[in-house]
């Protein structure tokens, strides 16, 4: 089996038309935009691109599906999304997208749906982890951080020694009381 790659099935805003892209949306509506405005490309004479021309639409890809597939099955699931979305009769893709033998195609259907559906729930298990993951740490980090603020607020209180006069941290007094610059101090403080 082919690498799997993140592979994004896509129909087109007001245009019924699937596509499938292994790349990014983005480079994808980039290729479809030198299809449809220029006259050198091969593709320009595509039905779907002297559509858009002719009514004067943007091109828009709206992703259905974000999965991890293998070149081959990435146009399985294309074709199961054209069938869904009728687009070859009542949309503007031109060919399928995989052509199914027919009497293997039910046993290829039920693997092809297997296996994506491991490799989806694989991905979204990962996803799932990294996201909790990242959000814990992210607490985690704000927790500590409010609570170190409090501990520093706590610790410039200062409180006025009883026995030298000297201002002290309100929880280092009985350790203050043990030293001997207040032994001394007080004892000064006493004689005068
Ligand atoms: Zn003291």
Redesign the pocket.
């Given at each position: 089996m082919d690498k799997l790659k993140k592979t994004i099935i896509y129909v087109m805003r007001s245009i019924n038309y699937i596509g499938s892209t292994q790349t990014s949306l983005r480079k994808r509506l980039h290729a479809h935009c030198g299809a449809c405005y220029n006259p050198n490309n091969k593709k320009y004479n595509m039905p779907v691109y002297k559509y858009i021309r002719k009514h004067n639409l943007g091109i828009e890809l709206i992703p259905i599906k974000v999965l991890f597939l293998s070149s081959k099955s990435a146009k399985m699931v294309e074709q199961y999304y054209i069938e869904q979305y009728n687009s070859i009769e009542n949309g503007f893709n031109c060919v399928n997208a995989y052509r199914y033998n027919k009497k293997a195609k039910q046993a290829t259907l039920a693997k092809s749906w297997y296996e994506r559906n491991k490799e989806l729930s694989k991905a979204r298990a990962n996803k799932r982890y990294k996201e909790k993951k990242g959000l814990i740490l992210k607490q985690e980090k704000a927790r500590r951080k409010k609570n170190w603020n409090k501990i520093k607020a706590r610790n410039s209180i200062k409180k006025k020694?009883n026995?030298?006069?000297?201002s002290?941290n309100q929880y280092g007094m009985n350790r203050?009381?043990q030293t001997d610059?207040?032994k001394r101090?007080?004892k000064t403080q006493n004689q005068d």
């Open positions: 020694c026995l030298c006069g000297c002290v203050h009381q610059k207040c101090l007080s």
